[in-house]
């Protein structure tokens, strides 16, 4: 990841703003607006996110004074402002002189604008056009003095096939395999008849009469993901040439979106900011908070990060097709939560509410019945306690905000391959597989790294791997390194099943681990839906089995009599194997969410990691944040009923000294400068989960 020195974050304050759109509003509005900002303690502003056709209505033809108003507006205000590209949604005149840059659908069919993200970045007319934008808007504000970090386009996710396409995955193609015998070979091109004898011949994946491919699937999913990051690059090259001093970023949507890897994006951004938008309108949208502020950490390498967009007064149950309002003071609460996890600020989407438009009931700062409303003045008194904690800002110049000893393995080829149609299940997705153990976990307590199979493990105590299916021999054996080194490794069913390329190891299921585990995987048991299994230790289980033997691993749990007729019972369910001084846990079913907690808290034990204390968990999260020299206890009681905690230190809220425990009120929140000591050992831990 790139480094700015500019962005000093202690110097600034925690950020606390939104989405703004200046070009949508009439004056008096935008005289409205300031002095709203100025109440609610709104220190920054993103603005000209989707404003393309305000800023350059015709070719070439470029309206700039209503933004130079803006940001002049804006800085005498002393807002500052993110400015965007308006990349992500190209004007109308762009779709008529340019139809080949329109996006087109796997089923051919090419769409029109009229909606957001109606480009085909493959298409060097469209690339071009967002080249010259950029550069405009990089010359234009150099030195404008608002101006304090670039937002490259919005949410990187438009996926297209068609001719353009075609051209770029072919010539993708070529530079990585060199030659169509190479291809055909790793795609195994033999199988129903699809050798390739002319480069021509090869296209993007559109719809055919059956199953496609699934080798050439992943691979346009890597080419598509590539794509979007020169698309990205692009942009960045312009800005970094004109505005070398300014930071730049992108927002990833975490964590449903998986057209791009995160990991790579994160290593080309000054700053990894994130749209997170919980859909869980009951206690596990507190999970859904915590687990995307771990995957932004964890992207930003355990440095601050930005919360670029959340909604304010709304959860969105798209499920249930609901806008559902939130409860008094759960919006504090959340935004506590990704600060506490790492970020140096909280925006939202959007500061006011548009009258019409595809988004005009989304949630706003200031909605349409105005600042007399609770939505604006819970904004308001959000916004005068985030001013006063400035401190939180301040970032060590090394090392990670939070400190972690469990990760959990992340992959953007995992969730590609779990999606192929050809796989024996569909219970095997990578999403639903990972954000189950990570809610487990912080059921229980525990604050969680996310890590890439080809990144550093030796940090951790504890790597988890849920359905990573496939797995490289270099990734293979950095994983065996990590166990024999004294890790901790616990692997779920199907993972490493294949190699990168989706061709199935032979000799056991899950080979890739096998050996290791001291398993061997026969066959796989997929359960049909509503059929639940018990395993003899009393866990229950569903969805999924395996026929494994463990002629070198310790049985932990067996299943039983009750499970399908192709499973022997008393054969082996989870299994647990010490390799030198670490351990690998192989689990062949998906157990219910109490056997999963209640294992992972085996796996654990097992390792030495504990929970911050022993009140952490059950809807109270507790996590130490970094900043500076200082660490602080942020304690955030998501339960009904007030609870205590050990905390020695100077409460942030109310500047009271703490001595021995704190109690934290039913919904409430406490943040605890704890004393400057000795740095805490597992001594003073094990003291707290005496308390």
Known sequence: MPEIETLRLDDSGLWFGGDYNPEQWDTATLAEDVELMTRAHVDTATVGVFAWSSLEPRPGEYRLDWLDEALDRLHAAGVRVILATPTASPPPWLSR??????????????????????????????????????RALAERYRDHPALAMWHVHNEYGTVSYGPETDRAFRAWLQERYDDLD????????????????????????????????????????????????????????????????????????????????AWAFAAEVDVVAIDHYPSDIGPRGEAQVAFGADLARSFAGGRPWLLMEQATSLTYDYAAGRFVPKAPGRLRRNTHQYISRGSFGS???????????????????????????????????????????????????????????????????????SETRA????????????????????????????????GDLSGYDVVLVPSLIPVSDEQRTRFERFVRAGGHLAVWYLSGTTDE?????????????????????????????????TLDDGSHAEAWSEVLQAPDAEIVAAYTDDAHPVLPAGSPAITRREVGSGVVHYISTRLDAAALRAHLERILDGAGVAAPTSVAGDGLEIVRRRAGSDIY???????????????????????????????????GLRIVREHRTAPRTDTDTAADAGR
């Open 97 to 134: 002189l340019h139809p080949e840059a329109l996006p087109i659908t796997e089923d051919g069919v090419r769409l029109l604008h009229g909606s957001r993200d109606t480009y085909n970045p493959a298409a060097p007319a469209y690339r071009a056009a967002a080249e010259r934008i950029t």
């Open 501 to 533: 390329h989706l061709r199935v190891r032979t000799g056991s299921f899950s080979a890739a681990f096998a050996e290791l585990a001291g398993i061997r995987v026969e066959e796989h048991v997929p359960l049909h839906p509503g059929i639940g299994i």
């Open 633 to 667: 206890l942020y304690v955030l009681n998501h339960t009904d009923e007030e609870r205590v905690v050990p905390a020695r230190g100077v409460e942030l809220l109310t500047a009271a000294e703490v001595e021995g425990e704190i109690a934290v009120a039913a919904g």
């Open 347 to 417: 925006l939202f989407f959007q500061w006011r509410a548009p009258l019409v438009g595809a988004e005009f009931f989304h949630s706003a700062m200031v909605p349409h019945v105005g600042a007399d409303s609770r939505g604006y003045r819970e904004i308001a008194a959000l916004g005068a306690e985030l001013a006063g904690l400035a401190e939180l800002a301040a970032s060590p110049a090394s090392g990670a905000v939070v400190d972690a000893r469990v990760a959990i393995v992340w992959s953007a080829d995992a969730w590609w391959a």
């Open 182 to 261: 190479a291809l055909n070979a790793t795609w195994n091109t033999a199988f129903w008849s699809q050798g390739y004898a002319d480069w021509q011949d090869v296209c993007a994946p559109q719809r055919t009469q059956y199953l496609p491919n699934p080798s050439h699937l992943l691979d346009f999913r890597r080419f598509s993901a590539d794509v979007l990051l020169e698309c990205f690059r692009d942009q960045a090259r312009i800005l970094r040439e004109v505005t070398p001093a300014v930071p730049l970023t992108t927002n990833f949507i975490l964590p449903t979106w998986n057209h791009y890897d």
């Open 423 to 454: 796989m024996p299940s569909n219970d095997i997705a990578f999403l639903p597989a990972v954000t189950a153990v990570h809610e487990a976990l912080w059921a229980a307590g525990h604050t969680v790294d996310i890590v890439s199979p080809d």
